[in-house]
C-alpha cells in the first residue's frame, strides 16, 4: 500500500528556508507512470498546488510561488523535497506532499492529473 | 491567474441529492476532479476525469461535465458525507493546476 510522509521543521523564521522531506513507501518514486508534488493549506483556507516533479527530475511550479520554489528528487532514498525561500507568515499552512497522475499524448503533450494519495499533512508555522 | 469558481456553501437534508459546481474558462478542454476533505484529515480523492470514481468511493458520489461547468453529485446524502468538497483542474496549458476555493457540505 503506498503510503506518503511528510518531516521536517514545524517552526521556521520569517525570511529563511522552509525544507520538506516526503517519504514514498510502498511504491518506486522512479515509476514512470507518476509526478510527485507539494500542496498547501494555509489554516481554515484552501488548497493550493506548490509543484511537481517527475523521477528524472522534471518540475513543474505554480506562477505565483515559482520564484522561491525548489522541488527536488533522490531516487536513491525514494524521497523527494520541498525547498521554499523568503518565507514570512503566510507561507504558514499545513503542506501535503502527494503523487500526481498524467497523461502525455503526442498531439495533446503533457496534461497533470489528479493527486492520489495524499500524505497526512505537517504543518508549518513561520514566527520569530 | 486562472481560478474555479465553487458556491461557498451547500445544505442538504438526509437522503436528499446535494449538487456543487466548479466552473471555469478551462472546463471544456481540462478534466476536472473532486476532493473531500473532513476536519483533520487530508483531502481524499472523489472523482477523476470528471466522472470515473476510484474504487472504494460510494456510488452515491457521481460526477458530470457540460461546458465551463463540472458538476459533483452526491445522492441520498448522509450524515457522512458532511465535509468540504474542492473540485481541481489545470489551466488551458493543462500544466499548471488549479483548485476552487471549496464548497462547505451541510448535511442538515
Known amino acids: 500500500q503506498l503510503q506518503l510522509q511528510e518531516s521536517g521543521p514545524g517552526l521556521v523564521k520569517p525570511s529563511e528556508t522552509l525544507s520538506l522531506t516526503c517519504t514514498v513507501s510502498g511504491d518506486s518514486i522512479s515509476s514512470t507512470s507518476y509526478y510527485w508534488g507539494w500542496i498547501r493549506q494555509p489554516p481554515g483556507k484552501g488548497l493550493e498546488w506548490i509543484g511537481s516533479i517527475y523521477y528524472s527530475g522534471n518540475t513543474y511550479y505554480n506562477p505565483s510561488l515559482k520564484s522561491r520554489v525548489t522541488i527536488s528528487v533522490d531516487t536513491s532514498k525514494n524521497q523527494f523535497s520541498l525547498n521554499l525561500r523568503s518565507v514570512t507568515a503566510a507561507d504558514t499552512a499545513v503542506y501535503y506532499c502527494v503523487r500526481q497522475d498524467y497523461d502525455y499524448g503526442s498531439r495533446s503533450g503533457l496534461k497533470m492529473n489528479w493527486f492520489d494519495p495524499w500524505g497526512q499533512g505537517t504543518l508549518v508555522t513561520v514566527s520569530s | ?108
Open chain 2, 1 to 108: 491567474s486562472y481560478d474555479l469558481t465553487q458556491p461557498p456553501s451547500v445544505s442538504v437534508s438526509p437522503g436528499q441529492t446535494a449538487r456543487i459546481t466548479c466552473s471555469g474558462d478551462a472546463l471544456p478542454n481540462q478534466y476536472g476532479y473532486w476532493y473531500q476533505q473532513k476536519p483533520g484529515q487530508a483531502p481524499a480523492l472523489m472523482i477523476y476525469k470528471d466522472t470515473g470514481r476510484p474504487s472504494g468511493i460510494p456510488e452515491r458520489f457521481s460526477g458530470s461535465s457540460s461546458g465551463t461547468t463540472v458538476t459533483l453529485t452526491i445522492s441520498g446524502v448522509q450524515a457522512e458525507d458532511e465535509a468540504v468538497y474542492y473540485c481541481q483542474s489545470a489551466d488551458s496549458s493543462g500544466i499548471s493546476v488549479v483548485f476552487g476555493g471549496g464548497t462547505k457540505l451541510t448535511v442538515l
